[in-house]
């Protein structure tokens, strides 16, 4: 097998390869005692610019789980901290910025990346090609909403409030805000492409929090660009959202190859939603495999089913990996979507 014709790759681009390929969003980290004992004493960001650190954190779910597709260990804000935004990953809370970003006096700030910038991240991503072999590697970065959402409220938030008083009550600022950004974004995702990813997914983890009219309105045409960005770049474009049930069709509008569905939209009806011409990605509960194994199993069959319908499936949870969560439990995920006959 060639890493052109790997299952994940097939199923980006539309094809039913002989089994369903499966990775995991956050299979990097955190549930992993590998991880935990590498990470001990060095800081999370700290880690994401630490060429050794990113690949060896990238390979651990791999050896461990035989995932069909590696996700390169970094997170959505190292962009910004390479550019330097003031802004940290506080350990249980999430990115937390120093000056949250209200004023056009602080688009200054959000220049163009240099390939200088991430020079360890880029190198990195070169190491891991080699040693990934026929496994593709996806690379990654925050969409607008998801990233301009930390930096107005300057950490995590429930309901964007703040964000969206911005985008009500200054849409010319928004505009250009996110505009700023979306030049990062698709500037972070081409560098990891040109040096070696096989595939990017644009996280825009929060965008559920909009209506549809919002999203179309002040966040669609940022996301698009963003992936219009690297389109020229020739490799699958996957979008993903928590709660986009709502916005399935419009974010795969936005330029998608692949999108990711969380768990809460079975996964047929997603595929309706979406349309035709793209694949899907998805969707057991995070919190399933917490459960008896026959039980993950039946839930994951069911996904498996309602994927038939899709011109490409690639399972995955709905969100990311808890960090409670028992290896062991994915370990035997993986292997029984492995088995799984969806011919
Ligand atoms: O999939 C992977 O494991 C690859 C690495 C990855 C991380 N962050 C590492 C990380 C990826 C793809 C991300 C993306 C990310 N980061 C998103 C989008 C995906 C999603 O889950 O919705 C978002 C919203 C963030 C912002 C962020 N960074 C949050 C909410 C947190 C968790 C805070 C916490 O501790 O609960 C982080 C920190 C983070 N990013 C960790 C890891 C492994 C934990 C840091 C640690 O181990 O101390």
Same mark, same amino acid.
């Given at each position: 097998?060639?890493?052109?014709?790997?299952?994940?790759?097939?199923?980006?681009?539309?094809?039913?390869?002989?089994?369903?390929?499966?990775?995991?969003?956050?299979?990097?980290?955190?549930?992993?005692?590998?991880?935990?004992?590498?990470?001990?004493?060095?800081?999370?960001?700290?880690?994401?610019?630490?060429?050794?650190?990113?690949?060896?954190?990238?390979m651990q779910p791999v050896r461990r789980y035989g995932v069909d597709a590696a996700i390169f260990f970094s997170d959505i804000v190292v962009p910004?901290?390479?550019?330097?935004?003031?802004? *940290?990953?506080?350990?249980?809370?999430? %990115?937390?910025? /120093?000056?949250?970003?209200? $004023?056009? &006096?602080? !688009?200054?700030?959000? #220049?163009?990346?240099?390939?200088?910038?991430?020079?360890?991240?880029?190198?990195?991503?070169?190491?891991?090609?080699?040693?990934?072999?026929?496994?593709?590697?996806?690379?990654?970065?925050?969409?607008?909403?998801?990233?301009?959402?930390?930096?107005?409220?300057?950490?995590?938030?429930?309901?964007?409030?703040?964000?969206?008083?911005?985008?009500?009550?200054?849409?010319?600022?928004?505009?250009?805000?996110?505009?700023?950004?979306?030049?990062?974004?698709g500037q972070f995702l081409r560098l990891q492409v040109e040096a070696g990813a096989s595939a990017v997914q644009l996280f825009d983890s929060w965008a559920g929090a909009l209506?549809?009219? *919002?999203?179309?309105?002040?966040?669609? %045409?940022?996301? /698009?660009?963003?992936?219009? $960005?690297? &389109?020229? !770049?020739?490799?699958? #474009?996957?979008?993903?959202?928590?709660?986009?049930?709502?916005?399935?069709?419009?974010?795969?509008?936005?330029?998608?190859?692949?999108?990711?569905?969380?768990?809460?939209?079975?996964?047929?009806?997603?595929?309706?939603?979406?349309?035709?011409?793209?694949?899907?990605?998805?969707?057991?509960?995070?919190?399933?495999?917490?459960?008896?194994?026959?039980?993950?199993?039946?839930?994951?069959?069911?996904?498996?089913?309602?994927?038939?319908?899709?011109?490409?499936?690639?399972?995955?949870?709905?969100?990311?990996?808890?960090?409670?969560?028992?290896?062991?439990?994915?370990?035997?995920?993986?292997?029984?979507?492995?088995?799984?006959?969806?011919?």
């Amino acid at each position: 097998m060639t890493l052109n014709d790997s299952a994940f790759l097939q199923a980006c681009r539309g094809q039913r390869p002989a089994h369903t390929p499966v990775w995991f969003m956050r299979q990097a980290g955190r549930s992993l005692p590998e991880y935990l004992a590498l990470r001990e004493g060095t800081a999370m960001l700290e880690s994401c610019f630490r060429t050794d650190m990113v690949v060896e954190i990238t390979m651990q779910p791999v050896r461990r789980y035989g995932v069909d597709a590696a996700i390169f260990f970094s997170d959505i804000v190292v962009p910004l901290k390479a550019i330097g935004v003031d802004l *940290d990953i506080v350990p249980g809370t999430g %990115p937390v910025v /120093a000056e949250p970003v209200r $004023s056009w &006096a602080q !688009l200054d700030q959000f #220049r163009d990346i240099d390939a200088d910038d991430v020079t360890p991240i880029t190198d990195a991503v070169k190491a891991l090609v080699g040693e990934l072999g026929s496994t593709p590697l996806i690379g990654f970065a925050g969409a607008p909403f998801t990233l301009a959402s930390y930096l107005v409220e300057g950490g995590p938030s429930r309901d964007h409030r703040l964000t969206k008083q911005l985008m009500y009550s200054d849409p010319q600022l928004w505009h250009a805000l996110l505009g700023r950004i979306a030049a990062i974004a698709g500037q972070f995702l081409r560098l990891q492409v040109e040096a070696g990813a096989s595939a990017v997914q644009l996280f825009d983890s929060w965008a559920g929090a909009l209506s549809l009219a *919002d999203y179309d309105t002040y966040v669609k %045409p940022h996301s /698009a660009a963003v992936l219009a $960005s690297v &389109a020229d !770049l020739g490799v699958p #474009r996957i979008h993903f959202g928590v709660g986009t049930g709502e916005l399935l069709h419009s974010m795969g509008d936005a330029g998608a190859d692949v999108v990711g569905v969380d768990w809460r939209v079975p996964l047929d009806e997603a595929v309706r939603r979406v349309g035709p011409g793209r694949a899907v990605q998805g969707n057991l509960d995070p919190t399933a495999v917490f459960a008896p194994t026959e039980f993950v199993h039946a839930r994951a069959a069911e996904v498996l089913e309602a994927g038939r319908s899709a011109e490409g499936h690639i399972f995955n949870l709905g969100h990311g990996v808890l960090p409670a969560t028992d290896p062991d439990a994915l370990a035997r995920l993986v292997d029984f979507v492995h088995e799984y006959d969806v011919s």
